[in-house]
């Protein structure tokens, strides 16, 4: 068993401590990942990660933000991996950093190169067709070969990854990174990657994967002319090789391909038992209903502040009828933690005069 120094111990207790408390998990979770990016091996770390993610409120706020975006019953493959770059987002404390240095763009000097190729890899992310993701990276080649600075262009090229929910491809080319390049701040973003590649599979609040055939199954009932997951792919296909100056092209022979297959570990399956039980996703009977509860609040928003935007009324006619197949997310019954050293929110600091229930209704949750 390794030893590891004192601070090891001292910070992953401290993590253990705050992260009991309402909303502190994605802090205290960065912690782990700070010993992650020293130690690789923690094993303790690792663990409490997602420990930390199994906090019942930290599932429902994040199974609610995604469904935002994406519905649970949509399986078509794509819109996991949305989902796994949209957790990302919400629980990492390295968003931002980055830009401290450099913005979205990259560096200068091969700028256009890496926009090429993450508009390669968005036609994999927004659109499903995996073979962007293979072009992104003869595109980024080029770029890391000719950049001024090839360190701070692999950087860009990792977190552009880790940021899409590329994993695998985030932690390669981190680790490309790492191996040339003393870089600090390589690592901590190298140890984040790693883990969410390695649990992405258990992620508490995102559903099981799947092949798009319950999407396919509930579409029958919402609109039966929509086209179905295969045909959905090969039509972005199509549109994207419209897209390009020259067709993508394999640069594996086939034969030698499906010998790499053969080689690669099999696909880890979703943990046995899960704190979400997701078999109502295949027992849901595609008619439409009550809306979620976020959507009832944010109508409810929209009615308040009516007259003063006249668009308000479309609005509240599109959320309700985008939201009547999306099935609605009850919260734990256990109430949420409060830290009791820290000061309670006071709505006022931020909002000054304006009435809170103007904005938010989430303290209804609590009740």
Not at 352 to 363: K, L, N, P, V, Y
Request: hydrophobic residues 35%; negative net charge.
């Amino acid at each position: 068993m390794p030893t590891y120094p004192d601070y090891v111990h001292k910070t992953l207790a401290r993590a253990r401590e705050e992260g009991q408390w309402q909303a502190a998990q994605a802090d205290a979770a960065a912690l782990c990942f700070d010993i992650l990016a020293l130690f690789p091996d923690c094993k303790e770390a690792s663990d409490l990660v997602y420990e930390l993610f199994c906090d019942e409120w930290t599932v429902y706020e994040n199974r609610v933000a995604v469904q935002q975006n994406i519905d649970e019953w949509d399986d078509r493959p794509w819109q996991q991996r949305r989902r796994l770059a949209l957790s990302y987002r919400f629980m990492s404390r390295w968003d931002g950093k980055y830009e401290l240095k450099h913005d979205r763009g990259g560096p200068k000097d091969v700028r256009k190169i890496l926009e090429d190729g993450k508009f390669e890899l968005l036609g994999a992310y927004c659109l499903g067709d995996e073979e962007c993701t293979d072009y992104a990276w003869t595109i980024f080649a080029d770029a890391i070969q000719k950049a001024k600075d090839p360190q701070a262009t692999l950087f860009w090229i990792g977190w552009q990854y880790a940021d899409l929910g590329f994993f695998a491809d985030a932690a390669e080319a981190i680790g490309e990174l790492c191996s040339r390049f003393n870089d600090e701040k390589a690592r901590r973003l190298l140890a984040e990657a790693v883990w969410w590649r390695d649990n992405a599979h258990r992620i508490p609040w995102i559903p099981p994967a799947g092949d798009g055939s319950r999407y396919d199954r509930m579409m029958e009932f919402i609109d039966p002319s929509a086209p179905k997951t295969k045909d959905y792919e090969q039509r972005a296909r199509n549109e994207n090789q419209k897209e390009r100056i020259a067709p993508y092209r394999p640069t594996i022979d086939k034969k030698l391909a499906k010998l790499f297959e053969k080689s690669i570990p099999e696909k880890q399956d979703a943990p046995a038992s899960t704190v979400v039980d997701w078999s109502f996703l295949d027992n849901d009977d595609g008619q439409p209903g009550e809306l979620p509860d976020w959507v009832k609040r944010f109508i409810k928003r929209l009615e308040r502040l009516r007259d003063q935007d006249e668009t308000n009324n479309e609005m509240i006619d599109d959320m309700i009828h985008t939201h009547k197949w999306t099935r609605n997310i009850p919260p734990p019954s256990i109430p949420k933690r409060y830290d009791p050293n820290e000061p309670p929110f006071d709505p006022s600091e931020i909002l000054g005069g304006m009435e809170m229930d103007d904005f938010d209704d989430d303290d209804e949750d609590d009740e």
